[in-house]
T-cell receptor
């Protein structure tokens, strides 16, 4: 069975600085990978997903993520963050033999400071 | 209308009360899900429905009872809850629970407080 680890529970960063949120997964089969964002008092919203093809995936709000199969990672990056990016970010995995069932990581709270 | 709508947004109930959470999706999806989100814990999958049939039940206590009368509506009936059941309950939908790649569309959640 797969598992998803988000190594940082909180990431503080200053406005306009770059940020990387880390995600590692464990699985012995092919995976699809997702990043979701949750703003305060909201549900989760899809940021981007990797299914196949280019390992660099671009999403909404200037975010991108890179799939690294050898390191089983799918880190999320943004070159310059805004105050409005303050939110909780969740990495999720869909495994080859598990249909569309997603396994979520524990989340990383991004706190952007002025 | 937004894709997935949950009502109420906030609910406070006593341990002896009976209440229901409602979820409605306007996306033509065939699968619906209930998740529990507690503070400092990962998202917990509670129930999965595909075309109104329950396909997954992750050992949820019987005080939570789901109902899916059609592919657009999902309910979570609550009775004799405990304070540790206080959490954000999220509903989600997807085109198909067995076809990968679609991801989920989430509602805004119901913040439940059990007193």
């Amino acid at each position: 069975a797969q598992s998803v680890t988000q190594l940082d529970s909180q990431v503080p960063v200053f406005e306009e600085a770059p940020v990387e949120l880390r995600c590692n997964y464990s699985s012995s089969v092919s995976v699809y990978l997702f990043w979701y964002v949750q703003y305060p008092n909201q549900g989760l919203q899809l940021l981007l997903k990797y299914l196949s093809g280019s390992t660099l995936v671009k999403g909404i709000n200037g975010f991108e993520a890179e799939f690294n199969k050898s390191q089983t990672s799918f880190h999320l990056r943004k070159p310059s963050v805004h105050i409005s990016d303050t939110a909780e970010y969740f990495c999720a995995v869909s495994e080859e033999n598990a249909g569309n069932m997603l396994t979520f990581g524990g989340g990383t709270r991004l706190m952007v400071k002025p | 209308e937004t894709g997935v709508t949950q009502t109420p947004r906030h609910l406070v109930m006593g341990m002896t009360n009976k209440k229901s959470l409602k979820c409605e999706q306007h996306l033509g999806h065939n699968a619906m899900y209930w998740y529990k989100q507690s503070a400092k814990k990962p998202l917990e999958l509670m129930f999965v429905y595909s075309l109104e049939e329950r396909v997954e039940n992750n050992s949820v206590p019987s005080r939570f009872s789901p109902e899916c009368p059609n592919s657009s509506h999902l309910f979570l009936h609550l009775h004799t809850l405990q304070p540790e059941d206080s959490a954000l309950y999220l509903c989600a939908s997807s085109q198909d629970p067995f076809v990968r790649g679609y991801g989920y569309t989430f509602g805004s959640g119901t913040r439940l407080t059990v007193v």
